[in-house]
């Protein structure tokens, strides 16, 4: 898989795991609500969603928080950590 394609692997599965693991008042059910609860320009979504950049240290802290006992870790390691070492 090139760099491109694990970015927005990467992106897929931050959606997935938010929409149907996490629950968040509101709803986070938008690349603009992602942002927000991330605190992160959506720009920033935007280019990992299109595979133009890597996600950032703040992307992988905050989902590492936030889905903690939800999602095992070598799963986030695959997705979010391993593919951009």
Do not use: C, H
């Amino acid at each position: 898989m090139d760099r491109k394609q694990s970015r927005m692997r990467a992106y897929g599965y931050i959606v997935k795991v938010v929409k149907t693991r996490v629950n968040s008042i509101p709803p986070i059910d938008s690349d603009e609500g992602l942002a927000d609860s991330m605190d992160v320009p959506i720009a920033e979504i935007e280019n990992l969603k299109m595979g133009r950049s890597d996600p950032s240290e703040k992307m992988v802290s905050w989902f590492v928080d936030i889905t903690e006992k939800l999602v095992p870790k070598s799963e986030i390691e695959n997705y979010l950590i391993n593919p951009f070492r």
